[in-house]
């Protein structure tokens, strides 16, 4: 039998001391990240997260770890990159479908026309998910192509 919806609210108020940042892979039991405590504000009258903010230098911030991917189908996007990785298990931050108009020269019996170039670029969550992905997927058929993976060390930004 349904019940009928609530139809006013009342607020509700309570004391946040602190905030779990938390998450999760898959089935694995949640994981806590991080603990943003709380403190007495007096200049608020209420509780406030109590951390001081430290932007971080953009030298320090390391790129995810990336594979290219050669000779993908020239129709796919990122996501159809993606879901070939994630449908294998793996985490995949994100996937990106490059195509290099100039690309390269395709040589016929007739003449020499510009082929489109087209490769991917994946980022893992770690260094250990990218070699496991590159172990797994390279050289392997993917819709009628054989895709190569390459791994090339990431650089701070600047």
Same mark, same amino acid.
């Given at each position: ?7 006013? *609210? ?6 946040? #001391?602190?905030?779990?940042?938390? =998450? ?9 990240? $991080?603990?943003? @405590?709380?403190? *007495?504000?007096? =200049?608020?009258?209420?509780?406030? @997260?109590?951390?001081?903010? $430290? ?12 594979? $290219?991917?050669?000779?993908? @189908? =020239? $129709? ?9 990785? +994630?449908?294998?298990?793996?985490? &995949? %931050?994100?996937?990106?479908? &490059?195509?290099? !108009? ?10 020499? #026309?510009? !082929?489109? +170039?087209?490769?991917?670029? &994946? ?11 590159? %172990? ?23």
């Amino acid at each position: 039998m349904k019940e009928k919806l609530q139809t006013s *609210w009342e607020p509700i108020e309570f004391v946040v #001391k602190e905030i779990y940042l938390i =998450s999760r892979t898959k089935d694995d039991p949640f994981e806590i990240r $991080h603990v943003v @405590p709380f403190a *007495w504000d007096e =200049s608020r009258g209420s509780y406030a @997260p109590h951390f001081v903010a $430290h932007p971080i230098p953009e030298k320090s911030v390391a790129a995810l770890p990336t594979a $290219h991917v050669n000779d993908i @189908p =020239s $129709h796919f996007t990122g996501e159809d990159l993606g879901a070939v990785f +994630r449908e294998k298990g793996f985490l &995949v %931050v994100s996937a990106t479908v &490059v195509v290099d !108009k100039q690309g390269q020269k395709a040589k016929t019996k007739t003449k020499t #026309k510009a !082929k489109n +170039r087209v490769y991917g670029v &994946v980022e893992f969550p770690t260094v250990e998910e990218r070699q496991r992905a590159k %172990v797994a997927l390279n050289k392997t058929i993917v819709g009628d192509r054989r895709i190569t993976i390459a791994i090339r060390d990431n650089k701070a930004t600047t």
